[in-house]
């Protein structure tokens, strides 16, 4: 009677002793540190983590994430404080670090930088931006509103397609040009004086002719610099210049083009984010056949990445 006492005595001792094991085994205190890249204004987050069940982010901007490894994009450059903080069955356990994002440059919004080997897309936007328009005389100020732009304009005028077409600029230089419809708008007296096959015509000074894009363009991006255009007075045979100043410039290498086919190739980008740009292009127009290749209306358009 004795000896079955000891070893029920001993049983009940072993298996709360294993209950005590189980019990510390499951209620280890967790442990986490975490990793990033920075990638332009993308940082890639990796969770190191033992005995953690939950994981809560907050990346510094106010918004957060529940996700082990999440990828985060910042709409701003600065230097974040980022926490991970996470809990399981032992308690909870936290890190803190600080993630830079500098701030992109002009030519990596335009790219996408040198982490976007695909290049960059930008296609016109439907949604036009306050004060786009055409402009008439053209002057440095764009001050002679001659048409304001309007919300999907392009339709109106019966090239609503062109708004399905991209414009790739890559960090190399290199430069795209995807068309969905085996055209591109062009200048009236472009396409006239140099002989085009023509897609369509409207009665607004832009045609749609076709266009084979240049596998092998490039295109040059030019910051803080000055262009002076000869520009003519529209049904006259009048010429003066504009200087433009401290003005970002686009041109690609011929024969192709940014947006609209005309005499002249340099475009003036007034606005650039990361989502959106604001372009002005030249159109030619003048009667008077001695001056029809210099500029007489400014367009100010607005794109979109895509």
Known sequence: MKRRSIHIIFAVATGIFFLIIQSCEKNEAPLVDFYFEVKSDTAIFNSKAIHADTYQWGFGDGQTSTEPNPIHIYEKAGDY??????TGKGGVDSQTKIVPIAPS????LLTGGPDEPDGKSWGISR???????????????????????????LEDIGLGEEYDDEFIFYYNGSYGHRVVNGGGMTGYWYA????LDVIKTTPYGIWLTKFTPDEHATFTFAEDTTITLRCAMEKTDSVYDVTFSDVTVI???EPEFFVLRDYTRSVIVKELSKDKMRVILFL?????????????????????AR
């Open 251 to 253: 041109q690609t290498s």
């Open 81 to 86: 404080t980022v926490t991970l903080v996470v």
């Open 127 to 153: 949604t036009i931006t306050s004060g786009d328009a055409i402009f008439s005389p053209i002057t440095a100020d764009l001050g002679n509103v001659y048409l304001p732009f309007y919300n999907n304009v």
């Open 192 to 195: 006239t004086h140099n002989n």
């Open 105 to 108: 440059s002009p030519y990596d």
């Open 284 to 304: 030619s127009s003048s009667d008077v056949e001695e001056i029809s290749q210099y500029p007489t209306h400014a367009f100010l358009m607005t794109l979109e």
